[in-house]
């Protein structure tokens, strides 16, 4: 069965320091995706970075990076240069792609509480 | 912004009142999610339609139904409402269920059972 796992319930990070937030996943299904959601406080869902199970190089999108070790079966979010407004809940999420579509669940770990200081 | 339209934003109601929760999209996307988000507990699935009239069960279905007789609107109903079932839902679509597909979520319904 598919499963995220966050470990950490809560990061600091100093303005303009970089950050690595865990994620841990498991899944029987060679085909899947990865992704990384952004809550603040305001309470929206904000899609960050997305990383394919067969794509070979580690997904980018501005400041954030996904480092994706697929033995180890994580997918850590790195955020570059910190700033105030990063300050949020971040999820990590998973699909499995295998199945055509009609049964791929899209599953959310915990979160991470991330607080960036000045 | 993707158009996802979730109503009503809050709502309070009573233990053992039936509640329903709409999620509207003008999206024509065929793939539409109900998630709760409680602390500590992440965002669980509810309920998921891939298509008119197709739905299945997440991994917190128990005391949910839902239906969606149109592409653009996905319910989820709470038969007899119960404090346990508290919470921030959100609502989420996607075009495809594959693996590469990222799902956009409306705004969320804060939902306090009394």
């Known amino acids: 069965a598919q499963k995220i796992t966050q470990t950490q319930p809560g990061m600091f990070v100093q303005e303009k320091e970089a950050v690595t937030l865990d994620c841990t996943y498991d899944t029987s299904d060679p085909s899947y995706g990865l992704f990384w959601y952004k809550q603040p406080s305001s309470g929206e869902m904000i899609f960050l970075i997305y990383q394919g199970s067969y794509d070979q190089q580690n997904a980018t999108e501005g400041r954030y990076s996904l480092n994706f070790q697929k033995a180890r079966k994580s997918a850590n979010l790195v955020i570059s240069a910190s700033q105030l407004g990063d300050s949020a809940m971040y999820f990590c999420?998973?699909?499995?792609?295998?199945?055509?579509?009609?049964?791929?669940?899209?599953?959310f770990g915990t979160g991470t509480l991330l607080a960036v200081q000045p | 912004d993707a158009g996802i339209t979730q109503s009503p934003r809050h709502k309070v109601t009573e233990t053992g009142t039936p509640v329903t929760l709409r999620c509207h999209q003008t999206e024509n996307h065929r793939y539409m999610y109900w998630y709760r988000q409680d602390p500590g507990h992440g965002l669980r699935l509810i309920h998921y339609s891939y298509g008119v009239k197709d739905t299945d069960k997440g991994e917190v279905s128990d005391g949910y139904s839902v239906s969606r007789s149109k592409t653009e609107d996905f319910l989820l109903t709470l038969e007899s409402a119960t404090s346990s079932q508290t919470s921030v839902y959100f609502c989420a679509i996607s075009t495809t269920g594959g693996g590469n597909t990222e799902a956009f979520f409306g705004q969320g319904t804060r939902l306090t059972v009394v």
């Open positions: 999420a998973m699909r499995e792609g295998s199945q055509g579509g009609a049964t791929n669940k899209l599953i």
